[in-house]
């Protein structure tokens, strides 16, 4: 028996024989991290001894440690050397032993854990001016000439009011001889940058703040359970979010969960009567069929007067006018506590490189930045902008501004509100007199999505609201073959918000020779005007097979929509589909699982993840594990690859390390399979660590959907139902995608999206994530300039 343990010389001989046949399977680097490379000596002369500090302030929020991660391995890896501050401000006045170096193992096994490792506190000391001088002194005795602060509006606040007096304040330590006047000259300036770390999402100028999307999770399963146990006994139950003058959790958990009504300080009840019309919904719910009801009371919520509703005032009125028990459940800090959700992870770790980017090309005349999200892009704005439009929006509210307070929050916010009020009647508006009543029809294709559920429901009532007819097709396209539909009532997708899979049933079938003739006469029969798609590739597909075949069978002339839902997130003309938010939660939390094991007993495990050829899975499971790499059929494998994953393994584990994970998209390699790749690596490591696998398979497809994909899907349903009305009451019959760039919804001609998709691939030519994977490669190499050092790929 051959062993393949010792030098290597084995893989070295395969290795050679590879680079000999490579031709054969193309150019399948892995994570090329050449853009981060190319600009590596730059980088390093630009940080060349420049100390760097970074501290969390206020209440600790989900994804601050994955930020923390990112700034101190971004900053050593740009050559600065990173201090750590503990306990926020104090720590900044105290000084001593709070201020801390950091090395790139201080913040391993850092990225999964709730709160912030390096703890929190709100500092009287520094609101005073001789607070904040000892801060200075502090930061210049250890010469850290920049700060990136993660915290809220009153954290960032107090970052520019330390910068805009340093001068002064180092001017003061000089003479009173508290420092040298080396450095003093050292350090003329202070450079800020201001990551937003609060589950509010208060902070004006990006999408979404560090732990928002985490406190999300938290609510929307609470609710989620609540639901369940009201529905079974009838009952209704008033439910408490945080979020301070923000209504954004209590407004994106209650479109998430199906609630009955929302209370929220930018918006409150424009009636004087406001119970009487609460309860009144509420009661028609009831009698339309509904078993619970759910009130969602953000804690900042008020009445027109400015007077605030408490959870008790709510259940108090609920309970004396619908004469039933009403219980309360206030959530609170459950909603900041615990592990970050995937998007978290990933999203703070983007702004926490950026940061340092920000902070080491900062000069003394440079303004603050706040590094934030638009979509799924990283965003540079003034700081101090940022918090002044914050504060104006809590003026506005305190006002009674209430128009100018939700114009602030943004377009999405006031979208998500009237979305909301639609979906949380009792029952549709009713048809207006004249009007044409269109026949819409709506199916689900290819593999399950969570979020099909969401769409559907939230597709059927805009509709029934806007006065249609709504027609529900079971079994994907094969219901139109059979004509088997159903009639949507109101109340009949009530409970499908939170439920995963698909109801309709779904399958990837697409049509081809006599089908059409048979989906042609149930059109036809139906009298149908227009027809949502939600699915996959297969939807998308057997929609292009219609659009086809128009000149052959004219009942195909109608509006189409095709909504994105796969778990792949590789569909054309949209940056993401939904129910890829999911499974990603799904993946990391089972590799969570896995690096547990793998801790325990000084293993590696080769962890197999969905995708189909796109890698977006494996890319991003990466980079919210901290898994040391993503195999990618974008890039492909190469024995040159293996061979050095393997010194990389081997001598991580030498110097102590106690884990390794791997994920490998399944369709990464022909070859190269999981189960080659875990042999491999456990031959080469000899005892030093065991291998093992782990397919995760159809648990990425299953469970309810995350409420990041609640959320987008509802938004999708909203403007495809809005565009098909549109399009067949002026009697156009264009097929259309609905998709996000960036942070723009967009409807795109299916015939132009498909010429920038690779259909052999069933991937878009260009894929966004894919400028993700040098940060990826960057923060899970065992150590600061690790691949130029070694070569790199």
Known sequence: MYSWHGDSSFLACIVWIGHYFEPVWGNYGILASKEWEAGGQEREQKAAMKRIGVLTSGGDAQGMNAALRAVVRAGLDQGAEVYAIYEGYQGLVTGGDLIRPFGWNDVGGILQSGGTVIGTARS????????????????????????????????????????????????????????????????????????????????WGTDITIGADSALHRITYAVDCIGSTAASHQRSFVVEV?????????????????????????????????????????QAGRSAGRRDSIVIVAEGAIDRHGNEISTEYVRRVLEERLHEEVRATILGHVQRGGAPSAYDRTMSTLVGVAAVDELLSASGDSVPQLIGMKGNRVVRLPLMACVERTHAINAAIQERRFADAMALRGPGFEEAFQVLRTLVRALPH??????????????????????????????????????????????????????????FGWMDVDPWASRG?????????????????????????????????????????????????????????????????????????????????????????????????AVASRRCFVVEVMGKYCGYLALMSMLATGAERAYLHEDGVTLQNLYEDVQMLNAGFKQGKRLGVMVRNEKCHPLYTTSFMSSLFEAEGGEQYEVRTSVLGHLQQGGDPSPFDRILATRYAHRSVNFLEEEALAGRNGVFCVGLSGSQYHMSPLEEVLRRYDAKHERPQEQWWMELRSIARLLAQPGPHYHREAGGD
């Open 430 to 487: 009713a048809p207006r007199p004249e009007q044409r009543r269109l026949t819409l029809a709506v199916l689900t294709a290819s593999a399950p999505a969570p979020g099909m559920n969401t769409a559907v429901r939230a597709a059927v009532r805009i509709a029934l609201d806007h006065g249609h007819h709504v027609l529900g097709v079971n079994n994907s396209f094969l219901g139109l073959i059979q004509e088997d539909l159903r009639s």
């Open 242 to 282: 945080m979020g301070r003058n923000s209504g954004y959790l209590a407004l994106m958990s209650a479109l998430a969960t199906g609630a009955d009504w929302v209370l929220i300080p930018e918006s409150p009840p424009d009636v004087e009567n406001w119970e009487d019309k609460m309860c009144e919904v509420l």
């Open 501 to 597: 899979g698909s109801e309709l049933g779904t399958n990837r079938h697409v049509p081809s020779g006599k089908d059409f003739y048979a989906i042609a006469r149930t059109l036809e029969d139906r009298r149908i005007d227009g027809l949502l798609v939600v699915g996959g590739w297969a939807g998308y597909n057997a929609v292009q097979q219609l659009w086809r075949e128009r000149e052959n069978f004219p009942a195909f002339q109608l509006p189409i929509v095709c909504l994105p839902a796969s778990i792949n997130n590789n569909l054309p003309g949209s940056e993401l589909s939904v129910g890829a938010d999911t499974a990603l939660n799904n993946a990391v939390e089972a590799i969570n699982k896995i690096k547990q094991s």
């Open 124 to 203: 009287a000391a520094f609101r005073t001016r001789e607070g904040r001088l000892q801060a200075a002194r502090n930061l210049i005795q250890q010469g850290i000439a920049g700060l990136v602060v993660i915290g809220g509006d009153g954290s960032l606040t107090g970052a520019d009011l330390l910068r805009a007096e340093w001068s002064e304040l180092v001017e003061q330590l000089l003479a009173s001889g508290q420092i040298e006047g080396e450095q003093a000259a050292a350090q003329p300036h202070l450079a800020i940058v201001g990551l937003v770390g609060s589950i509010d999402n208060d902070m």
